[in-house]
């Protein structure tokens, strides 16, 4: 399965976007789907997850109550939309997937897209 995210992008603070994911070469329907994110001289850590059917969904605590990670299974992708973004949220943005639900680590997951620049200005 290959992974394309897109919908990053320049925006200010307090503006929303929403990142999209589309695969190729396979369905995603029985995936677990994640976003992550990677800011600049940092880590990449986890922000959200999908189970298979879109019925699970789990949140950093950073972007709970701000973010919503969605799929459309017949389109074979997925969204992150996120709202009231702040400068904190700047980095590249990474959908990944899986076979298993529940895991926050990078390891956790095969499959990943190129990233996505989502820059929040002051």
């Known amino acids: 399965v290959q992974l394309q995210a897109s919908g990053g992008g320049l925006v200010q603070a307090g503006a929303s976007l929403r990142l999209s994911c589309a695969a190729s070469g396979g369905t995603l329907s029985r995936l677990v789907m994640g976003w992550f994110r990677q800011a600049p001289g940092k880590e990449r850590e986890f922000v959200a997850m999908i189970s298979s059917s879109g019925s699970g969904t789990t949140y950093a605590d950073s972007v709970r109550g701000r973010f919503t990670i969605s799929r459309d299974n017949a389109e074979n992708t997925v969204y992150l939309q996120m709202n009231s973004l702040n400068p904190e949220d700047t980095a590249v943005y990474y959908c990944?997937?899986?076979?298993?639900?529940?895991?926050?680590?990078?390891?956790?997951?095969?499959?990943w897209g190129q990233g996505t620049l989502v820059t929040v200005s002051s």
């Open positions: 990944a997937a899986s076979v298993k639900y529940g895991s926050r680590s990078t390891s956790g997951y095969g499959y």
